[in-house]
């Protein structure tokens, strides 16, 4: 990644560029460490619990302005080429229409649906919200 | 026997589960925590700009 980095800096001051980091650290104080360290300063989102279910680390994915995957592992030597310089056609509108802010998840909208469908599957995703944000709890 | 199947069905559930972006398919959207301010990031909210998500791990 370090190798990656010079590039990457420069393709984003251009406005080229989005990098997001997603870290499967389980203490965001190590990957701020991290990121400092190896000067990373890009977003860098937080994953402890891997609620993403990545199983393997490293990963690259390049995805165009319309959400699509473009490329998995991409190459840096031809990535300016075949991915930024180029533009990509939408193919199915399943985002929203515009870019919006991201909010925080509906706690209580959570439970609420877990109570009454009483599935495993709302549950965990009640656990992982919870986990992830930390309830109710302000920081 | 009937452990076993157990099992298998388990593996068989989380590796249809697992994170698979696939080339030329939609992205699934995710709202996350930001390590720094631990204000929440999506995808969907850099539509219209192209991105490089990295996974990685400090260990």
Known sequence: MPVWNTKLQEWVREGRLV???????????????????????????????????????PIEVAIDEHGIVRSLRPDLKTFEEEFLDKTFA?????????????????????????????????????????VLWGGTRQR | MLTWGCLSFLAVSSQAAGYSPQVGQLHPDFTLPGIADNEPVSLSQFRGRKVLLIHFASW
């Open chain 1, 19 to 57: 990098i997001l980091g997603i870290a499967q650290e389980q203490h965001p104080d190590r990957c701020r460490l991290f990121a400092q360290w190896h000067q990373l300063n890009w977003p860098i989102l937080h994953d402890p619990i891997n609620v993403m279910q990545v199983r393997g680390v």
């Open chain 1, 90 to 130: 939408p193919k199915g509108e399943k985002w929203p229409s515009k870019s919006e802010k991201a909010t925080r998840p509906d706690m209580a909208a959570l439970r609420r649906r877990a109570e009454q469908s009483r599935s495993s599957d709302a549950w965990r995703q009640l656990g992982d919200t919870l």
